[in-house]
């Protein structure tokens, strides 16, 4: 009877002094990553960071900032796999860059491996703005889904001919994704055009964006079109396309625009697109966002949900590319 007594007495105590700390911990909304994951996502290894948001250079952990990165550049519900090739890619990126790794760092700023500029480099977030994008209730869910993709695929990136590829992305191509040639000057071997038929479910596979005239005269007004604006008539005409069907250059009366000139000036989200007037609007229906070169990312979410592995999606968009670690002769 005693020792039943002496029973009953130590489990009251350990409820006592555990259960309070058990709720606390349940309602604690910072991840608290374990064993081979809390060894990777903090990395002995620690980028130079110029982040923008403080002006100041950073060191982070190399894991933890490809963390954030993935955070940036892509939703964080998209599929597990789509979320790894986007952890693969974001550390290529950066490791081609880190003087420790023999890269050149950041040519906008000195004494940084790498900016948080998306326009010169990648995205990137911190926990807090994680927390301020996803809210509470999201942001354990979303973080530890991140966590997973990062610390699964730590050290891995990918080479050609044994050295880091640039491997540049965009959100949707919309089509087949563009050979580098017909971007940027030069050939690229592994950014070559592959068929995309993955990124139907983005929201910009297909839009319409429409402009007046007159916001088009005075966005372009370093360009002569003054023929074109006051007639309003007729169609702008596309005077070359690339073998994918992105505009290369644009005919207004007799003036000629580069297609990426247009782009950057209008703020169109494709060069995919077609263009007519309608009275006094210029109409513009597009296909996809961004530069269409290398891994489309809606197009790994929609190759994640057939079943497809990171390593399929990486070595279809990148094309002979291998995947190794790092950190591995």
Not at 266 to 294: D, N, Q, W, Y
């Amino acid at each position: 009877m005693k020792r039943a007594f002496l029973w009953i007495l130590a489990i009251e105590v350990l409820v006592i002094l555990l259960l309070p700390a058990l709720l606390v911990r349940g309602l604690d909304l910072e991840p608290r990553p374990s064993g081979s994951e809390s060894k990777s996502i903090t990395s002995a290894v620690n980028v130079r960071v110029l982040v923008h948001s403080t002006g100041r250079i950073e060191e982070i952990p190399l894991e933890e900032y490809v963390l954030g990165v993935v955070a940036a550049e892509m939703p964080a519900s998209f599929g597990m796999e789509a979320l790894k090739a986007q952890a693969v890619a974001a550390r290529t990126y950066v490791a081609r860059r880190m003087t420790a790794f023999g890269g050149p760092g950041c040519s906008e700023h000195p004494g940084a491996d790498i900016c948080t500029d998306p326009s010169h480099a990648q995205a990137w977030m911190s926990r807090e703005e994680m927390r301020k994008a996803w809210g509470v209730f999201n942001f354990e869910r979303y973080y530890t889904r991140l966590e997973e993709a990062v610390s699964s695929t730590a050290g891995l990136v990918m080479t050609y001919n044994d050295q880091p590829v640039d491997p540049v992305y965009h959100s949707t191509s919309g089509g087949p994704t563009e050979d580098a040639s017909e971007v940027w000057q030069g050939a690229v071997p592994y950014l070559k055009s592959v068929p995309c038929d993955y990124c139907r479910h983005s929201p910009y596979y297909s839009h319409v964006m429409e402009m007046s005239l007159e916001e088009l005269g005075t966005r372009l007004k370093d360009r002569d079109v003054p023929v074109f604006l006051q007639s309003g008539k007729g169609r702008p005409e596309i005077a070359a396309t690339s073998a994918t069907g992105r505009v290369k250059a644009l005919r207004l009366a007799k003036t000629v625009i580069r297609g990426q000139d247009i782009r950057s000036v209008l703020g169109l989200p494709s060069t995919r697109f077609t263009a007519e007037i309608r009275g006094r609007t210029v109409v513009f229906t597009l296909r996809g966002k961004g530069h269409g070169v290398g891994m489309c990312q809606y197009g790994a979410d929609g190759m994640a949900k057939e079943g497809k592995s990171f390593r399929d999606i990486l070595t279809y968009y990148y094309t002979g590319v291998k995947i190794r670690n790092m950190f591995e002769e």
